[in-house]
């Protein structure tokens, strides 16, 4: 794996975002949304998959590498299981992360309180 | 009685003093240019247990300070006005429920505290009170955790954007002569241009701001020239130099006197506020702080103080709503 | 007299104008975004995340863990290093510098839902953290697995066909 392509395409999703985000009304939870579905479409079209094994980390870092994993999971399942698959694959896949960030997040809230910002 | 001069203007016969004004700030205020014109800079993330117990408490010091310095009894207030940007005004209401004494709640967003002062003045000036108090606030965490994204969410804010002001401001309004008084005050209409970026609504009350002014100056047929200082709500850098072009689009062109609470609460190069101040504490508090204690010395005689609001709320900007704005004009002599 | 007519006709004419006025005036004043800087850290610090994800999981691996396991545990690195760094309230300080370059890697969801958490605490558990700790990340993955579905869904008809 090449690290100057890890940092090239990882760079370059943000770059995007960037300027998305500068340039629209689009604010960043909407282009999280809009990251995570075209990772899932370009997955289910083929077209992550080469730039995972490019760029490794470069790819599956930024959110549509969320999409590029639950369409993966999604499709490994259904062919594991079957019809069920399609329900289970998805989360199956993402539970580490999301199942990280609650259990941070909730140990975070109960220590931290939030501050304004000066 | 008071008369009606124009077609949103009323002067009063019997000019109401404004006999004490009582602020409160944050820190980032604090340290901004007007830091030591503030009656009391307090903590704002401490002050209470949360940030909105945090301006509850802002809100009543803001008022107790009012009342203490002219060493008035709360029981001499024969109505509270007030008001604030959370929903419901339960700033404000938190706040005075304590005085146990009558209660009118306001809302027109950060230009509550010109509305308070309306209503006060008329008030009085009709004889239903003798002594009034009014009071505005707004907390910069209070208003970001119910109109945008949370605190420790790391995001970047749009170069349009403004600073919600910490800060509360209150006054005493009564009859006591050799105060500033409020001689006559131009009440603003709904003013909506189809601005829809809530991150630029110094832009989108630009208009209003205009229109108050202008049509207060025609109805009192005065100009800029006229008054020592013209002074908007939360208009920032970007708004107010929509507001002046406007202005000079009308042929008001020579405004030298003309300023804004948002551009004077902050320093917008050192500080980072993005455009400068907003919120309803914004226009209360350098009110009840520089603005007054310039009239209060004679360093000011004459003052047009026109507060600007933005009216939407969350749900009708998620529902692709547009930005209505007011502003109401304030006319003080000294 | 005529002065009042002038007037009052000025004013119900002022409105209209000041709208025409200030379709133009809007134009002229918005500021240019400082797209280059932006860019520029979005492309350095979002690159770095990601540069810093690959070095985790090639060490993971290193110590003889499988590649999909790897992958894992550097993912759950860096939703803890941002748990930490936004408890500790620096992690929106670098987002305010990085913009798009911390939003966009898995940081950026960790961080939505721990400053939820953090946030909304003063309402209590349920209807406070409970009730709050998706306000930002729920909408990501609403869509994600709605999508995902709907693709598997497709996937598993196409293998029925074939």
């Known amino acids: 794996m090449n690290y100057l392509w890890v940092f090239l395409v990882g760079g370059t999703l943000c770059i995007i975002a960037q300027i998305i985000v500068d340039n629209t009304k689009y604010v960043s939870g909407q282009i999280l949304v809009m990251y995570v579905v075209a990772g899932v479409v370009l997955t289910a079209l083929g077209l992550y998959e080469p730039l995972v094994e490019l760029a490794g980390s470069g790819a599956t870092v930024p959110l549509t590498g969320f999409g590029y994993s639950l369409v993966k999971g999604t499709f490994s399942a259904i062919d594991e299981k079957g019809f069920i698959g399609i329900f289970t694959g ?4 993402t539970s580490a992360g999301i199942c990280a960030a609650l259990v941070f997040g909730y140990l975070a809230s109960s220590v931290v309180k939030p501050k304004t910002k000066i | ?67 203490q310095k002219i060493e008035a009894e709360s029981d001499s207030i024969d109505l509270f006005v007030g008001g604030d940007l959370l929903n419901q005004i339960v700033a404000a209401t938190f706040a005075i429920s304590e005085y146990s004494r009558p209660y009118w709640g306001v809302y027109s967003a950060c230009a509550s505290f010109a509305e308070s002062l309306q209503i006060a003045a008329t008030t009085i000036e009709a004889g239903v009170a003798e002594r009034c108090s009014v009071s505005v606030s707004s907390h910069f965490s209070s208003v970001e955790r119910q109109y945008r994204t949370p605190l420790e ?15 509360s401001g209150g006054a005493i309004i009564g009859q006591s002569k050799g105060a500033p008084t409020i001689v006559s005050f131009t009440t603003g209409k709904i003013v909506d241009f189809d601005c829809c970026d809530i991150a630029d609504m110094g832009t989108a009350m630009a208009p209003a701001a205009a229109h108050t002014i202008i049509t207060h100056f025609l109805a009192t047929k005065t100009s800029f020239k006229d008054y020592d200082l013209v002074v908007t709500g939360d208009l920032a850098n970007l708004g107010f130099n929509v507001a002046k072009d406007l202005l000079a689009s009308e042929g008001y062109v020579d405004i030298g006197n003309f300023s804004d609470c948002g551009k004077l609460v902050f320093d917008t190069d050192a500080q980072n506020v993005g455009q400068g101040g907003s919120g309803a504490g914004c226009s209360a508090s350098v009110f009840c702080s520089y603005i007054y204690k310039l009239l209060d010395s004679k360093q000011l005689s004459r003052v047009l103080f026109v507060p600007t609001g933005a009216l939407m709320s969350p749900l009708t900007s998620f529902q692709d709503g547009s930005i209505p704005a007011i502003a109401h004009a304030v006319q003080i002599a000294r | 007299m005529s002065t009042n007519n002038n007037n009052l006709q000025n004013e119900s004419l002022l409105e209209q104008r000041l709208r025409e006025t200030f379709k133009t005036v809007k134009q002229d004043s918005r500021p240019k975004a400082e797209n280059a800087k932006h860019i520029a850290r979005a492309f350095g610090i979002g690159g770095g995340i990601c540069l810093l994800g690959q070095y985790v999981k090639e060490m993971c691996i290193g110590f003889g863990f499988e590649k999909a396991d790897a992958g894992t545990i550097s993912t ?29 890697p898995i940081t950026g969801f960790a961080n939505s839902i721990v400053s939820s958490a953090i946030e909304f605490k003063s309402e209590g558990h349920v209807f406070g953290i409970g009730a709050q700790i998706f306000k930002v990340a729920g909408p990501v993955i609403l869509y994600g697995i709605t999508s995902a579905w709907a693709v598997g869904l497709v996937y598993f008809l196409i293998g029925l066909v074939k």
């Open chain 2, 153 to 167: 969410q790391g995001s970047q804010s749009a170069i349009t954007s403004q600073r919600t002001v910490t800060a």
């Open chain 3, 76 to 104: 759950l690195f860096l939703i803890l290093l941002t748990a930490i760094l936004t408890s500790i309230g620096i992690f929106d300080k670098i987002g305010h510098f990085a913009g798009a370059g911390t939003f966009v």
């Open chain 2, 1 to 67: 009685m008071a008369k009606k001069i124009g077609p949103q203007t009323v002067k009063l016969r019997t000019p109401v003093a404004i006999e004490s004004t009582g602020s409160v700030a944050g820190t980032m205020e604090g340290l901004g240019p007007l830091g030591s014109y503030f009656d009391l800079i307090v903590d704002e993330d401490n002050f209470g247990d949360t940030f909105e117990k945090t301006e509850i408490k802002m809100h009543s010091k803001a008022i107790e300070i009012a009342l």
């Open chain 1, 90 to 93: 998805g989360l199956t896949a």
